[in-house]
């Protein structure tokens, strides 16, 4: 009776000969048509495996193994845990598009409130908000200002950053933390003229966000496309529906734009956005993907919507429902919201 090649991996990880364990695992196991039980067999084994390999075996492991659950619908389990160490993986090597595409995969096949927060997490880490050296320079110019308002505004927008972006303190731990550091460099009058909203500062700074309440950013983001697209149940005139439904679109994707915005910072010089296709006709539908441009004041501020275009792109994509241009990763979740895979945003 021959012996099966899944029996030889767990001979090999045994003797902790892991890249013998490798090349038969991905080489036969998984790629040549494995059947349900040696494919979840395989699974199991990836995770003990993965730390004993390179980034780049790592990262042709997993999706060799994304491939093959795609035709095991019943092993969603296994491809909720390969789909997630893939998309850590793509964090880790600031892969953000292919992270947050696994991450959002995995959410369609078991809805999660650690995927969300992985999500919202890789929409934040797009401009890597641990950074606080900007955020100090703007405190200490105005922390020696007769007027305590602009101190206090700096203040505020850090707690709007944990209430509306963050899931856990650590997502934002540092700028606290910057501002902690001018507030301790401050002469006792300074201090006692910011003392009323300084309390209320720290106790902000104190709260853990719940995974799954309307303070992460996916979920507020699904919850208000749904609002949106339960409008189109809404009857009428013909035209006048379309232009109500178009409306409503337009201010979804606001939302995100000033999102995006304001991760990213006030836009350096003016700039105009222009949707196209069904949004700029007003034809739009429940499920329609979007189409649109830029025009910049100065072409030497390309950089900034080139940026503030990933962060979009990311946020769009966190609902689950685009089409990933890494086939691996796509697994026939239900196919809606969109940048129009045809039409790549144009800055002029």
């Known amino acids: 009776m021959a012996i099966s090649p899944i029996s030889y991996v767990k001979t090999f990880l045994e003797k902790e000969e892991y890249l013998e364990a490798f090349d038969l695992l991905e080489g036969v196991v998984i790629r040549k048509s494995p059947d349900e039980e040696s494919l979840q067999q395989a699974c199991a084994w990836i995770p003990k495996l993965l730390s004993q390999l390179t980034e780049q075996k790592q990262e042709s492991i997993l999706m060799e193994c994304c491939e093959a659950l795609q035709h095991f619908p019943n092993l969603k389990e296994q ?3 390969i789909l997630t160490l893939y998309g850590e993986l ?44 900007r955020l100090k320079q703007k405190l200490n110019k105005v922390a020696g200002l007769e007027d305590p308002k602009p101190f206090q505004d700096l203040l505020e927008s850090i707690d709007t950053l944990h209430q509306r972006f963050s899931t856990e303190n650590s997502d934002i731990a540092s700028l606290y933390e910057a501002a902690k550091e001018v507030y301790r460099g401050l002469n006792i009058n ?3 003229k910011y003392l009323d909203f300084w309390e209320t500062f720290i106790l902000e700074a104190k709260k853990d966000m719940p995974l799954n309440n309307e303070h992460c950013l ?12 339960a409008y189109f149940r809404e009857k009428g005139k013909t035209r006048e529906v379309q232009k109500e439904r178009a409306a409503k679109m337009r201010e979804f994707f606001q939302t995100l734009l000033e999102d995006a915005i304001f991760l990213l910072g006030e836009p350096p010089c003016k700039y105009d956005i222009r949707a196209m296709g069904s949004l700029a006709r007003e034809e739009v539908c429940p499920y329609s993907d979007l189409e649109y441009f830029i025009l910049i004041e100065k072409e030497e501020e390309r950089e900034y919507f080139q940026t503030l275009i990933q962060i979009f792109d990311l946020q769009i994509r966190s609902l689950g429902e685009a089409n990933s241009k890494q086939e ?3 697994f026939k979740q239900k196919l809606g919201l969109q940048i129009d895979p045809a039409d790549e945003p144009l800055i002029g």
């Open 90 to 133: 793509a964090q880790k090597k600031g892969l953000s598009q292919g992270a947050i595409q696994s991450f959002a995969s995995a959410a369609c096949l078991i809805p999660s409130s650690e995927l969300d927060r992985k999500l919202s997490n890789t929409i934040l880490l797009q401009r890597n908000l641990s950074s606080h050296k």
């Open 328 to 330: 691996f990763l796509n």
């Open 79 to 81: 491809a909720v845990e």
């Open 218 to 229: 996916v979920v507020s983001y699904r919850k208000k496309l749904e609002d949106v697209r």
């Open 190 to 192: 300074q201090k006692r």
